[in-house]
């Protein structure tokens, strides 16, 4: 997706040459913490969002999610082909639910 590069690539930016007002500087310099932080509670709000059965808020919600996550990819120098890679490495395998043993409560 472009929109996602274009993103990933204004992120990095902001860590190259912080910019006055910017909400992704905000984070950077608040640090790991907070970027975990904002990272936790955008996952509840796709979470609350989809047991709304509310789309536009999903996907409101998922994009926040997403950039925040992108956030936390640039401040671990992590870059958006690294992940394609990973994904590209999962293509066509086959997961294996049906080996997995029942997990049993009391
Ligand atoms: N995609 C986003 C994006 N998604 C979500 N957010 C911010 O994430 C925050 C989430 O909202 P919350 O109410 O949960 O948080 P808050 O109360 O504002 O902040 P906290 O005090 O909780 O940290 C909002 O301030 C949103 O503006 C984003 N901020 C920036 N971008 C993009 O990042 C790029 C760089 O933006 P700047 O760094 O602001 O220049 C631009 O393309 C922006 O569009």
Do not use: C, W
Not at 17 to 37: A, E, H, M, V, W
Not at 40 to 46: D, F, M, R, S
Request: no cysteine; charged share 35%.
């Amino acid at each position: 997706m472009e929109a996602l590069e274009r993103l990933m690539t204004e992120i990095n930016q902001r860590k190259i040459t912080p910019k006055t007002g910017s909400y992704t500087n905000y984070l950077f310099d608040k640090g790991q913490d907070k970027i975990l932080k904002k990272i936790g509670e955008e996952a509840t709000e796709v979470v609350i969002a989809a047991k709304n059965n509310d789309k536009p808020e999903i996907l409101l919600e998922v994009a926040d999610l997403m950039y925040h996550v992108m956030v936390l990819l640039a401040e671990k120098d992590i870059t958006l082909a690294e992940l394609e890679a990973e994904l590209q490495s999962r293509e066509g395998k086959l997961s294996k639910t049906t080996d997995r043993k029942e997990i049993k409560t009391l």
